[in-house]
């Protein structure tokens, strides 16, 4: 006989330890009881909060956590008989990891959100994990809310990824739309979204890229079944993005998105993270605020577009809370029938090379400050031509009133990027040339 749903919660519930109990540990124990018989009808048994290990244990907390023995050992939980499934929210790499492979050891299964974690000790992790025949489940940790471990590793599970781009760290983009939108400049921008809980506990890791470095790491694991790789993604942050350049590629019809690209070649792999100019009328493009996005470019599908919030409380709560019911569904399951860790399986992971920046191919946006005199332009145009870099449009700005140069901007067609460091060279170089030359990327994603 089936259960009366309003018991089925109760039913021999699952016993999970959290690690940390800060904004998305408390956004866990509260979609936890808020959905609590919808989640025990998807996941067959409840799945209860029993203990938490908090730093401050005694601080008043936007969640209800009566019922919970709340302790500030962390060891104490990851270690407690009871406990079936740890969910790790401390954040951090060396106590987490620790916490982890304690868990891992005491054949405890795990669900984290920490992407810097899963980036740069997922391999050793996931090895350990098999060894113990235990699940350590991560959706939270890349783009919030937005199940795309879920549909890179299951649902495209048919494909040949070509290529990924994403919008995967919410308080840059949330800065480069101020930006944009009502012309602040970047360090007022980021204190809002410092104040509004979305920045890492150091910011440098949101606008410096190293953040969603962690998060494409992930990705591209998944997507071509490749090892994490974290110390090989190239990373370029958004500190010199002026609102000048904001404006200038919009009049030229595109936006700056901080993205994470990961695309395959038949020679190797570029990982890359940097401002890139994005044609306006792509829908990645117009993904604004503190909002993610993600396009797959598969090849049977072709291209896919995951959107939603890639932090906050609940959103991530919800992806910590799916885990956590995959978790419940396998939970006796034989190990070596679940879904990888990793999408593919363990003795079939790739190892295509990963790309030096000099290797990738894209096109670029150019800002060139030069004296304002004839034969400029040309100099800057043979120099291009004589590399074989194609140019695809070209603006030139009056000088300001009283200002003795002008500023040129181009778009140029895709090309090595170790051509390119070869032309900026040359045009630095040049007399009439007055600063260093900004490049931002640009990618159609078409
Ligand atoms: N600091 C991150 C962001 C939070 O801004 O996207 C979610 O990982």
Redesign the pocket.
């Known amino acids: 006989m089936v259960a009366p749903l309003k018991r089925r919660a109760e039913l021999n519930p699952v016993k999970v330890g959290l690690l940390g109990l800060g904004t998305v540990g408390c956004g866990t124990v509260d979609v936890l009881s808020r959905n609590a018989e919808e989640i025990a009808r998807r996941a067959g048994r409840g799945i209860r909060v029993t203990t938490a290990a908090a730093r401050d244990t005694g601080r008043r907390r936007p969640c209800d956590t009566s019922g919970l023995v709340i302790t500030n050992d962390p060891f104490r939980v990851v270690d407690d008989h009871g406990v079936q499934i740890v969910v790790e929210l401390i954040g951090g790499s060396d106590l987490a990891l620790e916490l982890v492979l304690r868990a891992i050891d005491n054949g405890k299964h795990v669900v984290t959100?920490n992407?810097a974690l899963i980036a740069r000790h997922g391999n050793e992790i996931f090895a350990r994990a098999r060894e113990k025949g235990v699940m350590v489940a991560f959706e939270a940790?890349?783009?919030?809310g937005i199940p795309i471990i879920k549909a890179i590793r299951e649902g495209l599970a048919g494909n040949t990824i070509h290529w990924l781009a994403g919008i995967?760290?919410?308080?840059?983009?949330?800065i480069l739309t101020g930006m944009r939108d009502k012309g602040r400049d970047f360090g007022e921008v980021l204190g809002e979204?410092q104040r509004l809980g979305?920045?890492?506990a150091d910011?440098t890791?949101?606008v410096e890229g190293i953040?969603?470095a962690h998060?494409l790491t992930i990705l591209a694991s998944i997507a071509f079944g490749i090892p994490l790789q974290f110390e090989r993604v190239y990373t370029e942050g958004i500190t010199n993005i002026t609102p000048d350049d904001v404006a200038y590629a919009g009049e030229l019809g595109y936006r700056i998105k901080h993205l994470g690209i990961a695309r395959r070649r038949e020679d190797g792999i570029e990982l890359r993270v940097h401002p890139t100019l994005i044609p306006q009328r792509r829908l990645i493009a117009n993904v604004d605020g503190?909002m993610?996005a993600v396009l797959v470019n598969a090849d049977a599908v072709g291209p896919t577009l995951y959107y939603g919030a890639?932090?906050g409380a609940d959103p991530?709560a919800s992806a910590v809370v799916a885990d956590l019911v995959d978790v419940v569904r396998v939970l006796t399951s034989d190990p070596e029938n679940r879904v990888p860790h990793l999408a593919f399986q363990p003795d079939a992971i790739s190892d295509l090379p990963i790309l030096g920046m000099e290797d990738v191919e894209t096109a670029y946006y150019l800002r060139l400050r030069a004296k304002d005199r004839p034969g400029v332009l040309a100099e800057v145009t043979r120099i291009l031509g004589d590399l074989q870099i194609s140019i695809e449009a070209i603006i030139q700005k009056e000088p300001e009133r009283g200002a003795p140069d002008a500023t040129i901007i181009m778009l140029t067609y895709r090309v090595i990027e170790r051509r390119m460091n070869a032309a900026i060279g040359r045009i630095e170089d040049l007399d009439s040339i007055t600063r260093p030359v900004e490049r931002i990327r640009l990618e159609t994603l078409g």
């Open positions: 959100a992407k940790a890349v783009a919030g995967i760290n919410g308080t840059g983009n949330f979204a979305y920045a890492e910011p890791f949101d953040d969603a998060k503190v993610n890639g932090a991530t």
